[in-house]
Every structure is written in structure tokens, then in C-alpha cells.
């Protein structure tokens, strides 16, 4: 984005109208007498399973917030004021959370099948996740006492961290140890087995939960429309929106277990390191690279993406074009200067990263028209997930041993086959492994604040690309891309090779900066004046 500052608004959620929804649903289904007892308890515990998953909503955001479990009804007699309610501590929010999620696993089906309803298999993964956010805001929040409130609704007492921490490691060794879902591993080659998992809804034993679409059911959404590379777009000018920085490309490991930035050029920005193909820059890294992102010289939908910004003449100038795909005239020869997906700066759709999604793009044909568009489901909660809640849970609690095991069954699959030791295992570690495994599937920010790392990353300084890509509190302020040039040079030693190029895009002209009030998202005027009994919160 081209603004500087995070807003305190930023991620804001406070619907108490959708709580008291289900506090209504939930309570007429006790009251219903034409249910089975079946479906009464399942329906039951499904509304307390989303009425947990509003609080864990909120309480993410905002912190401890009132705790509303029934309908409250004004009886218009006067003053509404006995209905206000106090913001709840932040660890009650969190407690309630994981109480409820505990209390309903058992009343839910244990289907593993069941991917779009709660199940068991769901509460037990929600838990998890809850009781992890919780317990690293015990641990790390002493490193930002300012983020906190004298009454608790805001922080939560360090003493709690442990608890928290067996909390989550238990409820992950349960859905483990049931046996129900295990890593997707269906396809040969490991980057196109870990694309798959968002893509195969047949039997696939990873997915705990998601959203589903169906073309058939009228509900399909526009993500390949708006994400399909503009080579091989299939509807006009369409694509190309979302764009992978090198930030995350050079954040995946290589196949040693080592991190190193790729090796674009020897020391001098045009020192460069000449490629035959564009794709072996990419070679001997984790698989998970290309099982997320459309890399210069991959296929989509078995065609070429064609990214590349332009041509390296025998002088050293760079030929391109302000159109994809442009042709131009070397020496009374017409070749073309750029790719049909760009990069071009400022060109809306091309590859201004100078890489595409491929996580989450549909690949069947059609899915990128206007009239047909994807069904591809959004995963939720799967098991490598679960996996890796456990490892980080076990290593808080000192458990190396246990946690490396979870975390090296991740990292296999993707390639990874030389095991880390407990020596190796490192809150770097925990924080690479997630920022590779879960890109793009809304963890990165969470897990930032949950850590309390955010302010430290995002601290606006106008940082340089990371050499320390396996450094967690490594300042990553901008957003870096990488464009690909061709040699032409007939008659050359290196005609027809490839190179590329660090670029700051001009498409982010500012260092980001968190601030400490963006831990928790403000809470509104018009709240505070309706209810005097709401604390503002800190730092801002």
C-alpha cells in the first residue's frame, strides 16, 4: 500500500448483533419441540460453536470485550442502561473460548468427511489454535507492558503461559492421536501435492474445515478471475492482482535446511548470475515455493506465464515496453521486449512482484471467466496446522523433542527429508515454519501480534531486503520484487540466458510501520458513548 501507518481501525470487528443471533438460534432450539434429541444437540452445538468462534473473532482483535451468552431483551420501561456490560479480562475471553470448545467436541459428529459443518475434529483444531494465541500473549506480552489495561482487558499475566500451552499441545495430541486426518500426499511431485491440498475436495485427509463453493449452488468467487496470470488470462484484461513478494519467495529454505537470498548477482546489482532458464534460480528449495507461487518460466493451465520485464542488450541497457508482450526493433530486427505478463511498473495486472499466486489458483479451464469462475473451497483449519500448534506448544513448554517431531512430518513432505535435531529447533524456527506452511491463509498477521514481534518487523525503517530470511525480528518494512531479464546479445556467450533484478516497486512507496496501538484494533466512539462502561484501549 502507498500509506505508511497501519490505521487503528485496521481489522475491527465488533458485531453483537450477529451474537445475539445465535443466542436467540441457540436458545429456541432448547426450546424446540419438534427437533429429534439428535438434531437438537447438533444444532446446539453447532450455534455455541459459532457463538465461540465470534468471541475468538473478537478477542484476537480487540482484546477482552463483554461476554454476552443470552439474549438481552429491553423491556422499554425506561432506561436501558441496566443492559451495558463491562469489557471482560482478555484471558476470560480466551477461557470461555476454550471451554466452549472443549464442552461441544463430543456432541459433534466425528465424521472426518464433513468439511463445510463444526465436527470434532474442528472444535478440537479451534481449541488448539485458541489456547496457543493465548499463551504466547501471556509469554511475549511482557516484552510490550504499554499493550496492556490495569483490569486485564488488555494483556494477560505471564503466569498463564504454561497453562495455556498444555492446553493447546493436549487438544492437538487428541486430534492427532484419533487418527482421522493426516498431511495430504496424493501427487509425485511434492509442489504441485502441496497445491493440491486447496484444491482437491475428493477424499482429501488434510482439510478439517472450510468454505465451499459450488457453481451448481450459485455460490463461486472471483479469485482465479482476479489472480490468473495476464499471459494466459481468459477474460480480457482480468488477473494478475494479488502478486507474491520477494520478501516470501526467498523466505523458503533450500533443501540443506540452510537459508541464503537467492544468488541473483555476485555483489554488484548487474554482477550477474546467468541462468538457462528462468525457473533454476528457483532450483533445490523447498517444495512449498512453487506449491504457493507461479514462479518465472513455470506453466499454468499447462501454458507459459511468460514473466520477464525485458530484454539485456550487448551494451548492458535494458529494452522493454509500456505494453505486455511488446515487440520492438534491434538492429532492424522485431523482437519481443517484454513479457506477455509483464512486469511493466504501474501496469495494473502484470507481474509487478514478478510472481503470480499459485495457492488457491484454480486451474480448470473457465475458472478465470466471468460467467463460470472458481469453486475452489477456503480452507479453514487443516491437519499440517494442527501439526505444527503442537510443535510450537511443546517447544514453549520445553519439549523439544516431542515439538521437532511434529515439525520435521511438515517439513518432509515438502522435501525437506534431512530431519532437524532439538538443537536445531528455535523460535526462528517456529516462525519460519509457519510464515512458509500457512502463507496466504490469513496467519501471518495474528501470529505476528500474538508473538509480539509486529512492531518490531514492521518498524518503518526503510529496511533493505533481508539477508536473514530465517530471522524472525528481521526488519521487513517494504516490499521487494524480482524481475527477470533476457540476454540479447547474438552471437554472445550468454544470448538467450536469463538474469533479474532487485526492484522496490513503485506500486509501495512507503516503509510500514505497526505501531503499538495496532496490537488491538480501536474500539469506536459511538460504542464508548452508548456504553460508559467500555475502556478504550491503550496507545492510541
Do not use: C
Amino acid at each position: 500500500h502507498q500509506n505508511r501507518e497501519y490505521s487503528y481501525d485496521d481489522w475491527n470487528f465488533w458485531d453483537y448483533g450477529y451474537i445475539r443471533e445465535i443466542n436467540l438460534f441457540i436458545e429456541r432450539v432448547e426450546a424446540a419441540k419438534a427437533l429429534t434429541p439428535a438434531d437438537k444437540a447438533r444444532f446446539g452445538a453447532e450455534g455455541r460453536f459459532l457463538r465461540a468462534n465470534a468471541y475468538f473473532e473478537l478477542v484476537k482483535r480487540m482484546g477482552g470485550v463483554p461476554l454476552i451468552t443470552e439474549s438481552l431483551n429491553y423491556d422499554y420501561s425506561g432506561s436501558a442502561a441496566y443492559l451495558r456490560k463491562p469489557r471482560a479480562k482478555e484471558s476470560e475471553i480466551y477461557d470461555y473460548v476454550i471451554s466452549e470448545f472443549e464442552a461441544i467436541k463430543s456432541i459433534l459428529p466425528k465424521t472426518p468427511n464433513e468439511k463445510s459443518r463444526a465436527t470434532y475434529g474442528l472444535a478440537l483444531a479451534s481449541k488448539t489454535r485458541a489456547a496457543l494465541y493465548a499463551g504466547s500473549i501471556a509469554k511475549y506480552g511482557v516484552n510490550t507492558p504499554s499493550v496492556s489495561l490495569p483490569n486485564g482487558e488488555i494483556g494477560i499475566p505471564a503466569a498463564k503461559a504454561s497453562g495455556y500451552y498444555q492446553t493447546a499441545l493436549a487438544a492437538a495430541q487428541e486430534l492427532i492421536n484419533a487418527g482421522q486426518y493426516s498431511l495430504y500426499q496424493k501427487a509425485p511431485d511434492l509442489s504441485t501435492n502441496f497445491a493440491n491440498i486447496f484444491l482437491d475436495k475428493a477424499n482429501n485427509p488434510e482439510v478439517i474445515f472450510v468454505e465451499d463453493y459450488k457453481l451448481a449452488s450459485g455460490k463461486i468467487h472471483g479469485f482465479a478471475l482476479d489472480n490468473q496470470p495476464r499471459a494466459i488470462t481468459e477474460e480480457g484484461e482480468r488477473g494478475g492482482r494479488l502478486n507474491p513478494s520477494l520478501n516470501l519467495v526467498q523466505s523458503f529454505e533450500k533443501l540443506d535446511n540452510t537459508f541464503a537470498p537467492l544468488a541473483i548477482n555476485t555483489g554488484a546489482p548487474t554482477s550477474y548470475v546467468y541462468y538457462d532458464k528462468p525457473e533454476d534460480l528457483f532450483a533445490g528449495r523447498d517444495a512449498r515455493l512453487r506449491g504457493t507461487v507461479l514462479v518465472p518460466g513455470a506453466t499454468f493451465k499447462d501454458k507459459p506465464i511468460d514473466i520477464w520485464a525485458g530484454l539485456i542488450l550487448g551494451n548492458g541497457s535494458i529494452l522493454s515496453g509500456d505494453q505486455l508482450g511488446q515487440l520492438k526493433s534491434v538492429d532492424g530486427v522485431s523482437v519481443q521486449a517484454v513479457g506477455l505478463s509483464g512486469p511493466i511498473e504501474g501496469y495494473d495486472g502484470s507481474a509487478q512482484g514478478g510472481f503470480y499466486m499459485r495457492k488457491y489458483n484454480d486451474p480448470v479451464t473457465g475458472s478465470g471467466q466471468i460467467g463460470t469462475q472458481s469453486e475452489v473451497w477456503n480452507v479453514r483449519y487443516r491437519y499440517a496446522e494442527v501439526l505444527l500448534n503442537a510443535a510450537e506448544a511443546a517447544f514453549e513448554l520445553g519439549q523439544t523433542g516431542v515439538a521437532v517431531g511434529y515439525m520435521n512430518a511438515v517439513r518432509a513432505r515438502a522435501g525437506l527429508v534431512i530431519p532437524l535435531t532439538p538443537g536445531d529447533l528455535t523460535f526462528d524456527r517456529i516462525v519460519h515454519e509457519r510464515k512458509v506452511e500457512l502463507s496466504f491463509e490469513n496467519h501471518l498477521l495474528w501470529d505476528m501480534k500474538r508473538w509480539r514481534i509486529a512492531h518490531i518487523v514492521w518498524d518503518g525503517s526503510g529496511s533493505d531486503l533481508t539477508a536473514q530470511p530465517g530471522k524472525a525480528t528481521e526488519p521487513s518494512t517494504r516490499v521487494y520484487s524480482l524481475w527477470p531479464y533476457k540476454i540479447y546479445n547474438p552471437g554472445g556467450a550468454n544470448h538467450n540466458k536469463w538474469v533479474f533484478r532487485k526492484v522496490l516497486s513503485g506500486r509501495v512507496t512507503q516503509s510500514h510501520v505497526f505501531r503499538l496501538g495496532n496490537y488491538y484494533s480501536r474500539i469506536s466512539d459511538a460504542i464508548v458513548n452508548n456504553n460508559p462502561l467500555i475502556v478504550r484501549q491503550p496507545n492510541q
